[in-house]
């Protein structure tokens, strides 16, 4: 079935689901919880390996150190764009949580996805989240002790897109540090 849509002619054909209609799909139970919607099309969510949860953690831990007031952490929960919603692994958002009583944020100022066995689809991600104005975006590189690192979003996607690894830091707009070294290690 899914080989169906490595077909161009196919492909184009294929009547993308909005962002209500996925959530109508979810209320009815017939879509699995463990799914995204990305660019229209529902994507099922890969299981967490020790690893990237391990990873998820360390780089949470370390963001939460000297969040500014204002903004807050969030895992695994939800951001509402245009024709997605994501879960990354971690965002930042500005706001409180009582701003999202009724809705998820739809844009984040950082967004972190750990890819053990996700990499072309987090890479993919790359493009969506630049559309909805994230500022920067980390696709940890679990396997190979990176991190790419986007920025500079706009309609095209992110302008700049660089590879940190062991040895290297990551640094957060508020100044917190991140030594890839103890992440990795």
Do not use: C
């Not at 844009?107 to 500022?135: C, F, H, P, Q």
């Not at 986007?150 to 992110?158: A, F, H, L, M, V």
């Amino acid at each position: 079935m899914i080989e169906l849509l490595e077909r161009p002619a196919v492909r184009r054909q294929v009547a993308p689901l909005s962002v209500s209609g996925y959530h109508a799909l979810l209320d009815l139970g017939l879509v699995a919880v463990k799914t995204e919607l990305l660019n229209g099309v529902i994507v099922e969510k890969m299981t967490k390996s020790p690893l990237h949860t391990f990873l998820a953690h360390r780089l949470y831990d370390r963001l939460a150190a000297g969040l500014p007031a204002g903004y807050q952490l969030r895992k695994e929960d939800p951001l509402t764009l245009a024709a997605s919603e994501p879960e990354p692994d971690i965002a930042i958002v500005f706001g409180d949580i009582e701003r999202f009583r009724t809705h998820h944020p739809t844009t984040a100022e950082l967004v972190v996805e750990v890819a053990v066995t996700s990499v072309g689809v987090d890479r993919a991600k790359a493009g969506i989240y630049a559309m909805a104005g994230v500022s920067v975006y980390w696709l940890v590189l679990a396997e190979e002790g990176a991190v790419e690192v986007y920025s500079g979003p706009g309609p095209q996607g992110y302008r700049h897109r660089e590879t940190r690894g062991r040895g290297d830091t990551l640094e957060t707009w508020y100044g917190t540090l991140i030594h890839l070294d103890e992440v990795f290690a």
